[in-house]
């Protein structure tokens, strides 16, 4: 196990993904050059995703950092982000044996078709699943309860990626992709609920989508604008305290123009990895015709953090997850490492409302609230894994917690199975087992309500050019 996670962590995804990519290809019978040819376009588009990732962070955190010290946040427990998450998750003893099972689960489940998913292509984020089973192991010191856990958060992930499958690979335009990452899929039942909920209210009357604005605004509306706009509103916030500052003013202006270079920049580096499935889809197309099944590639949620839409609405998070952290009753966590990484988080929810921003950041909003007090339950457990991997604490914190261990439905299910209750774990896996088999019956269906829904405001727009 241990030779696996080093090779797992020495080619990281930018190496694993395309030899995956290559593979399945070679097994598709796409020949060589056109293997190869993809294997390649992968690999550029990930390093494309990971230069602008990595040079954004490092522009908007002083900036949120300068946020958190005018909110005056005084909490407990401190967020430390999903790299020191995953740090934890894989330095667990129990940790290292779980790469393993789920590897082989993943495949197996592809393999029987109990999922058009090959999730083993987003292995590096199996560390939330790990995770989880961690933690109930090291309440409970029951290894069969534990990587029963790590195996059903699995199943609930693979049913709920394979649902939005379609809108995801529609709206972010990679055909044949959708999203693994158990602490985003496992809030779809939520955003479903809560997309279909505001459609009901209204909430698509007000159409916030890129696309709208720009044909409202002009110029204005165009994505490097918007995130010029949008990095310059975060920059003045942070510095709204030394704005008579010509360095206030240097850091504003980088943040807008940075900002502004990932909206522009983003979409190209897409269209190189979007490229790379094009003999795939090609394939996969002509299989289908001969009676073939329709399948999706797990990606990295890195490919949708840059779109217009999406950056925009978590960028638009920061300044609400501050004031949900000092208004909310009971909470006890301050969000600091989450802060900018709240465009990963948004995917689901932009993607299910077709780009409207409007309706994503309130649907962020709900969903990090409650977040917010799932997060705060679990620190004590997370704290104590921290402390036995060897973690440093962060200086003035008593407690710790990364948000990826504050996942709402994941939570849930494992307060269900901390109670080691046979009749609650069973109602539990009932529930999944209803969806899953009503998902498969109906899943034409169920795929049309997701794009009904999140065509609704042109389905809108479209009754009342005709009323």
């Given at each position: ?15 694993f993904?395309?030899?995956?990519i290559f ?11 056109k ?23 490092p ?27 995953a ?59 534990a990587?029963f856990l ?11 990626s ?12 990679y055909?044949?992709?959708t999203?693994t990452a ?12 809560l997309?279909y909920?505001?459609?009901k ?6 159409q916030?989508?890129?696309k709208?604005?720009?044909e ?7 994505p ?20 008579t500052?010509?360095?206030?003013w ?19 580096v ?9 003999s ?10 001969k ?9 990295n ?7 217009t ?18 208004v ?6 301050v969000?600091v490492m ?6 990963y ?13 409007f ?10 609230t ?33 948000f990826v261990?504050?996942n709402i439905?994941?939570?849930l ?8 209750n ?21 899943k ?7 794009e ?6 042109d389905s ?8």
């Amino acid at each position: 196990m241990q030779t696996f996670k080093t090779i797992m962590d020495t080619f990281g995804p930018n190496i694993f993904v395309p030899v995956v990519i290559f593979i399945i290809c070679l097994f598709m019978r796409i020949n060589v050059k056109k293997a190869f040819n993809s294997a390649i376009l992968a690999a550029v588009g990930l390093v494309g995703f990971s230069m602008i990732t990595d040079y954004f962070t490092p522009v908007i955190s002083p900036v949120v950092d300068k946020m958190l010290k005018i909110a005056h946040l005084n909490l407990p427990v401190l967020d430390i982000g999903w790299q020191a998450t995953a740090v934890i998750a894989y330095s667990t003893h129990i940790g290292m044996i779980f790469i393993g099972i789920l590897l082989v689960f993943q495949i197996f489940l592809f393999a029987v078709k109990w999922t058009n998913v090959f999730m083993p292509s987003d292995l590096w984020n199996n560390y939330s699943l790990i995770l989880w089973g961690s933690e109930l192991y090291l309440m409970t010191k029951n290894v069969w309860l534990a990587s029963f856990l790590m195996l059903f958060g699995n199943l609930v992930c693979l049913l709920y990626s394979e649902m939005i499958a379609t809108r995801w690979s529609t709206y972010y335009g990679y055909p044949q992709c959708t999203l693994t990452a158990p602490h985003q899929v496992c809030n779809v039942p939520i955003a479903l609920i809560l997309n279909y909920v505001l459609s009901k209210l209204g909430a698509d009357k007000i159409q916030l989508n890129p696309k709208k604005i720009q044909e409202k605004l002009g110029f204005l509306g165009d994505p490097m604008i918007i995130g010029f706009i949008v990095g310059m509103l975060l920059g003045l916030i942070g510095n709204f305290t030394m704005l008579t500052s010509i360095k206030s003013w240097g850091q504003i202006l980088t943040t807008a123009v940075t900002t502004a270079a990932v909206m522009t920049i983003f979409p190209k580096v897409g269209s190189i990895f979007a490229a790379s499935f094009s003999s795939i889809t090609s394939a996969s197309q002509k299989s289908m015709k001969k009676g073939g099944r329709e399948w999706y590639v797990a990606v990295n949620d890195a490919l949708g953090y840059g779109e217009t839409a999406t950056l925009t609405t978590g960028i638009l998070m920061i300044p609400f997850a501050l004031i949900l952290a000092f208004v909310l009753p009971g909470n006890l966590v301050v969000p600091v490492m989450c802060l900018t990484g709240f465009a990963y988080d948004s995917e689901i929810n932009v993607a299910l409302s077709n780009g409207n921003i409007f309706k994503a950041l309130i649907m962020d909003i709900i969903i990090f609230t409650g977040q917010l007090y799932i997060g705060s339950y679990f620190a004590p457990m997370f704290t104590k894994i921290a402390r036995e991997t060897g973690v440093t604490m962060p200086k003035g914190s008593l407690m710790v917690i990364g948000f990826v261990a504050a996942n709402i439905l994941m939570g849930l299910i494992t307060i269900g199975f901390l109670t080691k209750n046979p009749l609650i774990i069973g109602i539990i896996v009932l529930l999944y087992v209803v969806q899953f088999i009503y998902y498969k019956k109906n899943k034409q269906k169920v795929t049309d309500i997701i794009e009904k829904h999140s065509d609704y405001s042109d389905s809108l727009n479209k009754n009342l050019e005709v009323s």
